[in-house]
């Protein structure tokens, strides 16, 4: 081919397009599309890294206006022409520039240094060499005759190894190479982030017929070419990683590889070994903690086919396997599988994509799926695959609801209620374990009544308002704000307040009432090492504490069979996050942490402490009642036309200067409400939640359609007026589909 087309490295939009070049008779041979090059670029012709997406015979431009590559980057990562198309097709659908999302998809962007093994030779004959030991000892060479010794005694060694163990310097070692004693080879060795310790155990697993049938439902479509999106719902603890195991076996017998999701929280020791027991050394992890050398190798490793298995978060579905045939996203629910920076992907909808590309299938899984997930089940855009019960004689918690305005009533200001401080007595007394869990989350507190329980919420958009700084309650959707009440708009009480109680302070009541107990703490704090994580959940698992207390970071990822009681102290603070998901999110974090209880085969017992107690999210997860829940947050949800009712986009806007931003987001606004698109509702231009953030200041404007497609069509449309006038160039925009977590 005569002329190849590239992305340049630059992300700024005016820029963001194919751009094409002539290739040199010398390197036509060697291009192929995913390398990395090196263009003159720009009237300077400034010499600038480009991505190769593509070959042409014809050129699009006058011949003699089209410059020559330079070269190729040697020692570039050279992406799959998969990832590519993954990476167009993030950038038509989240809008972003192709730059970004090439970013996105090849998270291993150059080769590090390879990391070699050394071993050590002997080059000479058990004679000679035992001579040659004389004559050091003679001449008390004392670190050349404790090498030589090691020789005699294994006629090859690690060079790494050895030294460590004879404590000698590798001058020694070469200086023995030098005399020809001995010789040293390099081999290539791939780091391995967990290498040696997990040992590979053959355990049989016999599925119960729920699994059973899971299985081969999915290995149906399977076996007959059929590709297509699976949400199991499953209880927790009813073996969905036995299925996903199986699956994965059955996969990697017709020469396909999987990639399992599971948010980085749960990506702990536990979970890796159980895949790691079963599939030994050809699984792989990848998660923020691996060096940047660990990182490439496991890429390399999947590249090259050295292994079958991936593990990771987010970013480890852009795995290069070749032929990936399974596709699994463990808790689909979490909100860390959607991307807070920009492609603001879902990985969800990444990885169907994905599975499209290469004809695999893909599987969501948790014991609470998301809404969004729910809906495309019922719809029959996937199939809806059920575990209803507990392997084993495992049985689900017996979960009940403590009303706390009931205890103020009767006196009790504590943060324990009578009845959850009786059952932590009893399970002290019987050597049993309690988990306390604090689900509280955001940045923003909220303000509630203590005694009806009720939260100020906008009149607008029916969400929490937030308490700001300098006292203010304020929307982070519409923008409105009001002042602190001083009575509860609703009863009239003085009890009203924002809720401020840390997992510190809890810790520190525990220890009060209970001086006896061993007390653990875990949150943000105590766990900002990956290891503090480790250890602490370990040190919980031996039973070196009676009481574990800590945020939603204790629900995820660990079994103990000890803990027969879950507290959980007040239910409602997931339910006061500012925006439209927070019933959904309340109702997965009680469940999932009633779930945590009687995982082995003593009962276990679940509390939920709350001011609300007749809030549907609270008892339907007390009943863990998924279907109940369903139903009756999409009322919610269709009354007011959020997600997956209809479709939102939030249009994030910053820039330096705050009048600047005011005056091109109220004529954005305007622009959008002249294209006249029927059925497209608008809210905004308002400050962002946070509204100014290093030296930016911050505004959103949120759409609403009940079409995907138009939100498409807006933003497209957005884009292309922004581009044609110079007044918006210092404006920020990002965009954002349902978007999660307020901006
Ligand atoms: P989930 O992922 O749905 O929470 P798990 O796969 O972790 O459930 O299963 C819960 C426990 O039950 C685990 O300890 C698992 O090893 C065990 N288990 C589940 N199914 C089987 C099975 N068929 N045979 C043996 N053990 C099983
Ligand atoms: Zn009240
Ligand atoms: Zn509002």
New binding site residues.
Partial sequence: MEFVNVIVNISHEKLDRVFQYRVAERLKDRLEVGMQVEVPFGMGNRRMKACVVGFAAVPDYPPEKIKEISGIVEGSVKAESQMIALAAWMRETYGSTMNQALKTVLPVKQKTRQKQKKTIIRNISREEGQELLKEYQRKHYHAKARLLEALLQNEILDQQKTAEELKLSIAVIRGLERDGILRVESTRVYRNPFAGQFLQKKKE????QE?KETVECIWRDYSRGVRRTYLLH?V???????VYMELIARVIREGKQAIVLIPEIALTFQTVARFYERFGERVSVMHSRLSDGERYDQFLRAQNGEIDVMIGPRSALFTPFAHTGLIIIDEEHENSYKSETVPRYHAREAARFRARLCGASVILGS?TPSIDSYTCALAGRYVLCR?SGR??DARLPKVSIVDLRAELKEGNYSIFSRKLKAAMEDRLRRGQQTMLFLNRRGLAGFVSCRSCGQAIRCPHCDVTLSLHNDGRLKCHYCGYETGMPALCPSCGSRYISGFRAGTQQIEKEVKKLFPQAKVLRMDYDTTRSREGYEKILASFGRGEADVLVGTQMIVKGH?FPNVTLVGVLAADLSLYAADYRSSERTFQLLTQAAGRAGRGDKAGEAMIQTYVPEHYSIRTAARQDYEEFYSQEMIYRNMLGYPPAASMLGIYLSACDDAYLEGQAEKLGGIIRRLRTEGLAMIGPAAAALSKKSDMYRMVIYLKHPEETVLFGVRKQIETILEKDAVWQKLYIQFDYNPLNAY
Avoid: I, Y
Wanted: hydrophobic letters at 35%; proline letters at 0%; zero cysteines.
């Fill in positions: 697993v016999v599925l119960n699994q499953g927790t603890g009813s073996g969905k990683t036995e014991a575990l392997f084993g079994d």
